[in-house]
């Protein structure tokens, strides 16, 4: 068995027994480290530029739309599968297979609903909503998408209340946040019931609570026809059109949004979306 004096050859440059060479050898060392350490780093800096590239990918494939889900056609959440669905649901997954992005859908109140959006909570809003001066000059509206307007609704055995005028001295419904809450407190001497959830203005007109509901064509429509028990009275209350929000520096995502919407208009696409929601 062969014993080596572990001091013998603990650097490589102590068998030359040239002080010079020595130092030679081990400056040559020093900067094999060196080396050695810088392309750790560098490797490790390229791994990590690598995973937050992948990251940034991830996140700007993804569109955050918020949305107010209480009020069918255009946004509901399915009582039988807990989905959320609806016209404005159905035209925003067709905007962006388009533009190449996964809809991701954050439900927020109305009311609170471009608060959201300008905190940058979500990238872009549709809800139903009208496009008018004011909103406008918080936040980026598309092209209209879906022309509305609001109308009275009454309890069907009330023969009293027929138009606008009749709505004096009357307790009405709405929903916050809304244009019908605009058109509402326009009326004088009017008690206006402002709620969270226009469902529940419904449900308390029903019950006589409240004595007519200011609110959006085809969402009266369809909850009259499925709840039965009340009417739509007197002539459309306004002309509105329906646009989609982004914020206002989001120009770039504002123009592919507008592109989208001429394409799915012209190929069909949108009409098949009327049908199907029943709001032509």
């Known amino acids: 068995m062969l014993f080596f004096s572990p001091n013998k050859f603990d650097n490589p440059a102590d068998k030359l027994g040239n002080p010079v060479a020595t130092q030679s050898v081990r400056d040559a060392l020093l900067d094999i480290k060196e080396v050695i350490f810088v392309k750790n ?12 590239a992948c990251s940034r990918t991830n996140d700007t494939n993804i569109l955050k739309i918020g949305t107010d889900a209480t009020y069918p056609p255009f946004e509901i959440i399915d009582t039988t599968t807990g989905e959320l669905v609806g016209f404005d649901i159905d035209l925003m997954k067709e905007i962006c297979k388009e533009i190449s992005k996964k809809p991701e859908f954050i439900i927020v109140p109305f009311d609170g609903i471009i608060a959201g959006l300008k905190q940058k909570k979500y990238d872009a809003i549709i809800s139903a909503m009208t496009i008018t001066d004011e909103r406008s000059k918080e936040v980026g509206f598309s092209k209209p998408y879906f022309l509305a307007g609001q109308s009275i609704v009454v309890r069907e055995d009330n023969n009293s209340i027929k138009s ?16 019908g809450e605009i058109e509402a407190k326009k009326i004088l001497n009017v008690v206006v019931v402002s709620y969270d959830n226009i469902s529940a203005a419904f449900i308390d007109l029903k019950n006589g609570r409240i004595d007519a509901i200011i609110n959006d064509i085809p969402t009266n429509r369809l909850i009259v026809n499925q709840k039965g028990k009340m009417k739509i009275v007197g002539e459309p209350l306004t002309k509105e059109c329906y646009g989609i929000a982004v914020r206002q520096e989001d120009k770039k995502l504002l ?23 029943q709001i032509e």
């Open 41 to 52: 780093v560098f490797g490790l800096f390229l791994c990590l530029l690598f995973l937050c």
């Open 164 to 179: 606008l005028n009749d709505l004096i001295n009357k307790k009405i419904g709405v929903q916050l946040g809304t244009t």
């Open 255 to 277: 123009e592919l949004i507008n592109c989208t919407l001429d394409k799915i208009q012209k190929n069909g696409i949108q009409r098949k979306l009327y049908r199907k929601w």
